[in-house]
């Protein structure tokens, strides 16, 4: 399974000069995160990989390009992408800067 979230920004009830939008909605059990500075031309890892863990990936600046199993997914900033682990898969960058990507790994529904 996988999901790419592109909702727009909204201002929730009862807030002002506040815009949010949803990321994910729950995916299994937080694991672990981290924040990833992917350069021009990086990525990987080459040859992709799978493991247990499942993983949201959030664009914080740049584009993401992410490849799962036969398919390749374009992810913006401001946009979210599920990942189930035990489907082979790398991330890259895909534009001439930095790309910023916060990543959270979740237990995947079989542990």
Do not use: C
């Not at 979230?5 to 000069?17: C, D, L, S, V």
């Not at 924040?35 to 031309?41: L, V």
């Not at 992408?81 to 995947?108: A, C, L, R």
């Amino acid at each position: 399974m996988e999901e790419l979230y592109t909702q727009e920004f909204t201002t929730p009830p009862n807030h002002k000069g506040f815009s949010a939008k949803k990321l994910f909605d729950e995916n299994g059990k937080i694991k672990w995160g981290a924040i990833a500075y992917i350069d021009k031309d990086g990525g990987g890892p080459e040859g992709n990989h799978t493991h247990k863990e499942n993983h949201i990936f959030i664009v914080v600046d740049g584009e993401a390009k992410i490849i799962l199993g036969e398919q390749t997914f374009i992810v913006r900033k401001n946009e979210s992408f599920f990942v189930n682990g035990m489907i082979p898969h790398s991330i890259w960058n895909n534009v001439d800067q930095t790309t910023v990507v916060i990543k959270i790994s979740t237990e995947s529904e079989t542990e």
